[in-house]
Each structure stands twice: as structure tokens, then as C-alpha cells.
């Protein structure tokens, strides 16, 4: 059976890591994989994770399974950090999944088994995992306008027009809550009023994914987008990943959750939802679950997360702003200041598939085909080194 299966292409972005891994190059920088490093290009853990853990050792007295839906404890707090007040918890049926990546596929299958003829609508472009997941789960995807021409902001007017004129009753609206992936580029709080109004009027479902929680202008800023969704839409599936805010990366620990119109309809939707993960991986794993439920329901670790956070994305801003100045130092004959209002780990350069493939043969800089570039792996010490490479790419390729 197996010799007769073709080798499958490597995926776009961690197929890059591994050619990176193998430069010899001592100067090269890998700015794909969407990973939060400091200035020395670690990944960190988080001294509240370590903390978090640490009280783990000492008070875990059980490995044994989980419920289907997952860590009683996290689930409440997450939903917590979620929706806030916007709504009444009791209409979330939520489940703790291995990641944002679970989370997606658990909504999806959710839906797609029910409904099966369900159509998913995606931004162009998406995080490039998104098509698969729900193609696989079953799901129809189509695709609405995104960007400008230029690819340097949101073609607002066109997404509208597109969601309007073809969406249909029942339809998923897959939307970033904030930092979207891959660009950067978000609607205004204006804008996030205007898509919960179509939505409803077209009665289209938002299916929210909300990886980059704090990465954005704050964790209770960033969850603004979603409470506006929720003010005119009554149903909605929200996922989110604690990978990049608690550095989380390996433990895969995210939610699922299923917004229903009134608390009445939340234990079947869980149901359903329990089912959907019980003939996939059974129930979640414990420990990264347990971490974040530890700092969350603890005032002291919370407000020191909540610092961890901030500090990151400081850094992720200070790295957009250097680039910014440290292109414009070149002289090159093109303006990167578009790049200051995007916002979290990725960024929308404007390189081509051509200059990737340049700054990766001469240089050994490492970026998306399409551009994007993961400002969260740029330093300082090696800023004006990267600019200049860019120039010089610019100027070779132009």
C-alpha cells in the first residue's frame, strides 16, 4: 500500500524552517514561522509559566484523563478572558483543544456534521492553514477580498460588497480578531461594527479565530472586535490559542467555544462538541491547561502575565518601528511606513515571491513567498544588516 503513495510538498512555511536549519550561513535570519523571540532570537518560556508550574509539581497528584471537554478550571477562565462581560456565559459551550489548529478543525467538524452543506468564507489572503482544515473537515471555502491592490491596507468596500452580494443565509464567516494572519492588517472598531450588522442581516455565522489575544493593543482591547460581533449576532464559534501570549507553543492549548442564542441550547451544542473530540484525539491534554488555569485564577500570577504580555508586544512594536526607520536610513526608493499600522507578530512587507527567494540565496534571509515577514524575529543587533539587505534586494530586483 505505502510504496505506491507520493511524496507530499513540504509545508510553505515550515518547509522553510527546515531549509534554514540546514544554512551553514552564520549570519541568517529566519523570519517565517510565527514564534515570539527576545532579542538574543529565543522563544522564552514565560517566568509566570515557570512559577505556574513549579506549583504544579508540588500539587498535581494525578495523571489520569481529563473530561472530553477538558480542564474544568481553564474553561472558566478562558471564557472569562474572552467575553468579558458581553455576554452571558452560560450561552458558551467551550472545550479546551491541542491548540488554535484543534480548536479550528473541533468547530469545523462540529458544524460540517450537522450541517453539510455549510460554506466557510475566508479572507484573501488567511493564515495558510485555514483552507485545509476546514476542506478537510468538510466545509465548501470561498474566499472575500482582503487587500488593496498595493497589498498595504484593507480593501474594506470590497469585502463588504462580496459578503453582501454573495453570502448566504447559514454561511461561516471566518474573521481574525485581531493581528490578522498573515498581513497585520485589522478593520477599525468602526469597521467591526458595520461586518456584525451584515452578518446579521444576512443571518451568516462569525467563526472567529483569536490567536494573538494581547498581541494587538491589549488583551481587553483585542477581545473588543469579538464583543461587537456578539452585539448583533447571536451565534458565533470563537477559537482561541494560548500558544503565542503564554509561549505555549509545544503544550497546544487552546478553546473551542460555541456562542448559542440562550443558555438553554449550550448542553446539546456541547454535546455535539464532545462527540467531534471524542472520535479524534478523545480529551485534551492536562498540563498546559493546568498552567493557564493556575495563572489565570491566581491575582498575582495573572497581573504578572498580564506585564509578560505587554512586554512582548512592546518589543513586536519597537521592531516594527526600527524596520521602519532602519529601511528609510537605505535610501531606498520605497516608503515602509504603512507597516506602523499593522499590528501583531506579522506584517504584510510588499516583497515579492522573487525577492523572498533573493534575500534567501544571497543573504540567508528567510521570509514567506507572499511577503510575510514575522516582525516578532527581527533584533536590534541585526536590524541594520537585515535593512540592508532589503535595500539591496530591492535594488537588484527592480
Request: net charge neutral; glycine share 8%; charged share 20%.
Amino acid at each position: 500500500m505505502f510504496e505506491h503513495l507520493p511524496v507530499a510538498p513540504p509545508d510553505s512555511i515550515l518547509g522553510l524552517s527546515d531549509a534554514f536549519a540546514k544554512d551553514p550561513r552564520a549570519s541568517k535570519i529566519n523570519l517565517t514561522v510565527g514564534v515570539y523571540k527576545d532579542e538574543q532570537g529565543r522563544t522564552p518560556i514565560l517566568a509566570t509559566v515557570k512559577k505556574a508550574e513549579e506549583i504544579l509539581l508540588r500539587t498535581e497528584t494525578s495523571k489520569g484523563y481529563m473530561p472530553i471537554e477538558g480542564h474544568p478550571e481553564y474553561l472558566k477562565a478562558v471564557v472569562g478572558l474572552l467575553f468579558g462581560g458581553s455576554i452571558d456565559h452560560g450561552r458558551v459551550a467551550a472545550a479546551q483543544t491541542p491548540g488554535g489548529t484543534g480548536a479550528l478543525r473541533v468547530g469545523a467538524d462540529t458544524v460540517s456534521r450537522h450541517f453539510p452543506n455549510t460554506r466557510i468564507w475566508l479572507s484573501n489572503p488567511t493564515w495558510a492553514n485555514h483552507g485545509s482544515i476546514f476542506q478537510a473537515a468538510g466545509l465548501e471555502t470561498n474566499v472575500y477580498p482582503y487587500l488593496t491592490a498595493d497589498k498595504t491596507s484593507l480593501d474594506f468596500p470590497a469585502m463588504m460588497s462580496e459578503l453582501k452580494s454573495q453570502g448566504r443565509r447559514g454561511d461561516l464567516v471566518c474573521l481574525h480578531a485581531c493581528c490578522h494572519n498573515p498581513t497585520g492588517i485589522d478593520p477599525t472598531a468602526e469597521q467591526w461594527k458595520e461586518i456584525s450588522e451584515l452578518l446579521a442581516e444576512k443571518q451568516m455565522i462569525p467563526f472567529v479565530d483569536f490567536a494573538y489575544q494581547g498581541f494587538g493593543d491589549g488583551l481587553e482591547e483585542d477581545a473588543k472586535p469579538l464583543h461587537s460581533l456578539l452585539e448583533k449576532n447571536q451565534e458565533a464559534i470563537v477559537c482561541s490559542s494560548f500558544s503565542k501570549n503564554f509561549g505555549l507553543y509545544s503544550e497546544r492549548v487552546g478553546t473551542v467555544a460555541l456562542v448559542s442564542k440562550e443558555a438553554s441550547f449550550t448542553e446539546a451544542a456541547l454535546s455535539q462538541v464532545r462527540q467531534a473530540i471524542r472520535c479524534n484525539y478523545s480529551n485534551p491534554p492536562r498540563h498546559g491547561a493546568s498552567t493557564v488555569a493556575t495563572v489565570l485564577t491566581d491575582t498575582t500570577l495573572r497581573n504578572e502575565w498580564i506585564a509578560e504580555v505587554n512586554a512582548m508586544r512592546s518589543r513586536i512594536s519597537l521592531m516594527r518601528a526600527q524596520f521602519i526607520s532602519g529601511m528609510a536610513s537605505t535610501g531606498v526608493d520605497r516608503d515602509f511606513s504603512f507597516l506602523s499600522r499593522q499590528k501583531g507578530m506579522f506584517s504584510y512587507s510588499g516583497l515579492n515571491t522573487m525577492q523572498a527567494d533573493w534575500l534567501k540565496k544571497e543573504r540567508g534571509i528567510y521570509i514567506v513567498g507572499t511577503g510575510r515577514i514575522n516582525v516578532a524575529g527581527m533584533a536590534s543587533s541585526t536590524m541594520p544588516e537585515l535593512c540592508q539587505a532589503i535595500a539591496d534586494c530591492l535594488r537588484a530586483t527592480s
